[in-house]
């Protein structure tokens, strides 16, 4: 199996931190809930050019915090990079909402309406043992940073995310979100 193959595999499915939530919420911690499907969408995307090697993934992720669920969507380029895996980041689709995109909603898409989105720096990924690791920093305005660390394992995924503001965090945990496969 290729790398980028092993790679998506670890990262597809429907995966969860209920296991982490209610050892949070027992230790009196607040932190949400936490949801992630990953779903390969090359198949709602046509005219892929035929020596095109890389796998488009739609990632739907779901927090629960205090009651109020929040869904933040994604479209995702996995491509081999060297000996390392790169994610890059894609704009929703024009005509998809935002708010609700999954791969059930996904429209048929051309492949040259695709748009690279321009504030997020690809992510790299390098293979180690049984795990990958990896991340990227983005500076998404002169103030706004978004750090972004993931580890996959057969066991799980953990992923660590932050917003900062000046320098001042106003999104993301002190310890990574740990998904576990549904």
């Not at 972004?148 to 999104?171: P, Q, Y």
Request: net charge negative.
């Amino acid at each position: 199996m290729m790398k980028i193959e092993k790679f998506v595999k670890l990262m597809t499915g429907h995966f969860d931190n209920k296991e982490q939530f209610t050892e949070m919420k027992e230790a009196g911690k607040i932190f949400p809930y936490a949801q992630h499907v990953n779903t390969v969408c090359n198949d709602k995307i046509k005219n892929i050019p035929e020596d095109f090697t890389g796998i488009f993934i739609v990632e739907e992720s779901y927090y629960e915090t205090a009651g109020r669920r929040h869904a933040s969507p994604h479209l995702f380029l996995i491509t081999d990079n060297n000996d390392k895996i790169m994610l890059s980041s894609y704009e929703i689709p024009e005509g998809e909402d935002k708010n609700t995109f999954s791969y059930n909603s996904m429209k048929i898409v051309d492949y040259s309406e695709l748009r690279k989105s321009v504030k997020f720096t690809p992510a790299l990924y390098q293979e180690k043992d049984v795990f990958w690791e990896g991340g990227s920093v983005s500076q998404f305005t002169p103030v706004v940073t978004f750090r972004l660390w993931e580890k996959f394992s057969d066991a799980c995924l953990e992923v660590s995310e932050s917003m900062e503001v000046n320098g001042k965090r106003t999104f993301g945990y002190d310890v990574p979100i740990i998904y576990k496969r549904v």
